[in-house]
Nanobody, 123 residues
Framework: VQLQASGGGLVQAGDSLTLSCAAS????????VGWFRQAPGKEREFVAC????????YYADSVKGRFTISRENGKTTVLLQMSTLKPEDTAVYYC?????????????????WGQGTLVTVSS
């Protein structure tokens, strides 16, 4: 499974941005998908995940209420809609396909990772 993350860019604080994660194989539609991010000098951290059906989502406290994760296109594309962006949201965002159908905040629960897309939020 190959993952293509896109949609990053430079925005101002308070703006919105939508990231997209497209999977190359339909098998990804049977697995959970998660978004993680890594800011300069920091460890990778969990952002959000969605189960294989798209009916169950889970968010990090830092993005809850501002970010929305969803599935579309036969469940092989996962979106991360980000609003009210803050400078502390600046990071490289990675999407990943889980080992199973249900999401997790643990990176070890994911088997395939995309290359990342950079989001920069200016103050």
């Amino acid at each position: 499974v190959q993952l293509q993350a896109s949609g990053g860019g430079l925005v101002q604080a308070g703006d919105s941005l939508t990231l997209s994660c497209a999977a190359s194989r339909r098998t990804a539609s049977n697995n959970a998908v998660g978004w993680f991010r890594q800011a300069p000098g920091k460890e990778r951290e969990f952002v959000a995940c969605i189960d294989w059906r798209g009916g169950s989502t889970y968010y990090a406290d830092s993005v809850k209420g501002r970010f929305t994760i969803s599935r579309e296109n036969g469940k092989t594309t996962v979106l991360l809609q980000m609003s009210t962006l803050k400078p502390e949201d600046t990071a490289v965002y990675y999407c990943a396909v889980g080992k199973g159908p249900y999401g997790s905040s643990w990176p070890s629960a994911y088997v395939y990772w995309g290359q990342g897309t950079l989001v920069t939020v200016s103050s």
